[in-house]
C-alpha cells in the first residue's frame, strides 16, 4: 500500500515536471504568438520588420520614423532636440532618408556623436532592406 502510494506520487511528479517542460518549450518557441508593434512583423532575428508604407503613416512631427540604412527609425521624440528649424528635420519624416541622414541637405556628414545619438531610436530593420 505505501509503495503503491509513493509510485503514485512519483508518477504525478514525473508528470507534472513533463507538463512543465512541454509548456515553456511551446512558449519559448513561440515569439510570434506575441502581436508585432503597429503590424510589423518579427523578422528572424527578432527584430521588427517594416513595409515603407507603414513607415509612410509616420510622416509628421507627432510621429516621425524615418528609413536610414535599411533600419527604421521613431524620431519623434529626438525632435525637439534637433539643432535646426523644425521643417529640416521633419520634412523627411515617413520617408527613406538615407541621403538626407548622409549630407544633412548642405554636403556635411553628421557626426559621430549624432550617429551615437540615432541608435537609440532604432525600432526595427526595412523589409527586404
Ligand atoms: C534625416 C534628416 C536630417 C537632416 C536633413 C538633418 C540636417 C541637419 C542639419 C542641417 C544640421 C545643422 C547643420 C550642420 O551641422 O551641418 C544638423 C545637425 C545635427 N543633427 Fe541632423 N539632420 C537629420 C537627421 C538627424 C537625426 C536622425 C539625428 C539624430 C538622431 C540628427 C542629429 C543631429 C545633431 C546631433 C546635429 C549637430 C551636429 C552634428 O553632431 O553633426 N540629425 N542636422
Known sequence: ?????????????????L??????????????????????????????????DQVAEHDSASSCWKVIDGVVYDLTGYLPSHPTEEETFTRWCGKEATSAWQDKGNGRPHSPRAAARLESYRIGVIEGG
Do not use: C, H, W
Open 1 to 17: 500500500m505505501t509503495s503503491n502510494r509513493i509510485a503514485y506520487t512519483g508518477f504525478v511528479a514525473f508528470v507534472s515536471v
Open 19 to 52: 507538463l512543465t517542460l512541454v509548456v515553456v518549450n511551446m512558449v519559448q518557441r513561440s515569439p510570434d504568438s506575441q502581436p508585432a508593434d503597429e503590424d510589423g512583423d518579427k523578422g528572424g532575428n527578432g527584430e521588427t520588420v517594416y513595409r515603407l
